[in-house]
């Protein structure tokens, strides 16, 4: 099994740390998102408040939680703070202060073992996706039901991300800190589009709950916990990816709906959401690289090898943008591919067949 083979070659890795992809290999692939590296050096986003012209600071208020997080000494030790807090709130605004005081005193990323399974409200119900209601059943507006469904994805984004850096904070010395400082810079951002979804439901009259959720992005994270590159391939390059296709039709639905304010800060988290893509392609072609492995079959193969399936139709625009290649998870293009290395090779045979007859002729 490939991901057996990965795992068998840390010997040889250890050898050495992860270093950055090498430009050449964006320059005759695919591009590198232009915004990465101003992603990277952007200051703290303390905009987790929707105002009336979008996103604003919150009024600065105290954290109960500021003495407790104060005494944490690594960022893996206050990411499992998060991972192990039930409230989704109190886990949000949790997420951010782990960030923020990460960046402001630079904690190492340390080493500690996650939970489980992270911890979770009594509400929502979770249940199969099969379970989950209908909009003309869920008892919410279709506006509401959308941005439920929405903030229940952010806030297993928290938690994806946050597990990221946890449960691989015992490889940092081979991963190096930027790989931490950027999915710990993933969980803020994920942290702060619930906070939105969070204030919004609020205004229509609802909140997180109010409808049965599926814990299936949960489980896709769980198949990769022992596999930091199937990680990548499974959550960034798959579940993070469906987010780009899925963002516009959502837009688009809520203007028809007439539902303007939601539609934009649905539209603010599309747009952010390329950043993380950005990131998972920026890190699984690094793996890859360093373990001497082609990153397209590598990532097809983790696909068959996890059982994790692609669906489109695809948004190849923002995909594209967040320099994630068509060839690596679009059949049509593969299959396209296959066509015309089939064309290439028969066209090869009939010049050969062409050449031996005339010299047939000559003879």
Not at 84 to 101: E, I, M, N
């Amino acid at each position: 099994m490939l991901s057996t083979i990965l795992r068998s070659s840390s010997p040889t890795i250890h050898s050495f740390k992860f270093k950055p992809i090498s430009c050449s290999y964006f320059s005759s692939h695919q591009p590198l998102w232009s915004g990465l590296q101003t992603w990277r050096d952007t200051s703290l986003n303390h905009n987790r408040l929707w105002g009336p012209s979008g996103p604003q600071p919150e009024p600065t208020t105290s954290n109960p939680f500021d003495p407790q997080v104060g005494s944490i000494t690594s960022l893996a030790e206050i990411g499992a703070m998060v991972l192990s807090t039930p409230d989704p709130l109190t886990k949000s605004k949790l997420s951010h202060l782990a960030y923020s005081r990460y960046c402001k005193e630079k904690l190492p990323v340390g080493v500690y073992q996650p939970p489980h399974t992270p911890a979770r409200p009594t509400k929502p119900q979770l249940v199969s996706p099969k379970e989950i209601p209908a909009p003309k059943n869920s008892g919410l507006p279709l506006n509401a039901y959308m941005l439920h469904n929405l903030a229940h994805v952010e806030l297993n984004a928290i938690d994806l991300a946050w597990d990221t850096v946890v449960r691989f904070s015992p490889y940092s010395e081979l991963l190096g800190d930027r790989f931490f400082a950027d999915f710990a810079r993933v969980a803020d951002d994920e942290s702060r589009h619930f906070a939105w979804c969070s204030q919004r439901l609020a205004e229509l009259g609802f909140s997180y709950g109010d409808m049965p959720a599926h814990n299936v992005l949960w489980r896709e994270c769980q198949k990769s916990s022992d596999d930091v590159v199937a990680r990548l391939a499974v959550i960034p390059l798959v579940q993070e990816a469906r987010g780009l296709d899925a963002g516009p039709r959502l837009v688009q639905k809520l203007i028809g709906f007439g539902d303007k304010r939601t539609s934009s800060i649905v539209a603010k988290i599309a747009e952010e959401e390329v950043a993380h893509v950005a990131v998972g392609v920026y890190w699984f072609v690094s793996v890859c690289q360093q373990m001497g492995r082609a990153p397209c079959p590598t990532f097809r193969d983790l696909l068959k090898e996890y059982n994790v399936e692609v669906k489109g139709p695809f948004n190849y625009t923002a995909r594209e943008e967040a320099g994630l290649p068509r060839d690596w998870y679009d059949p049509v293009t593969e299959n396209k591919e296959d066509t015309e290395r089939l064309s290439m090779v028969h066209d090869r045979l009939a010049h050969i067949i062409s050449m031996e007859k005339e010299n047939s002729n000559l003879n």
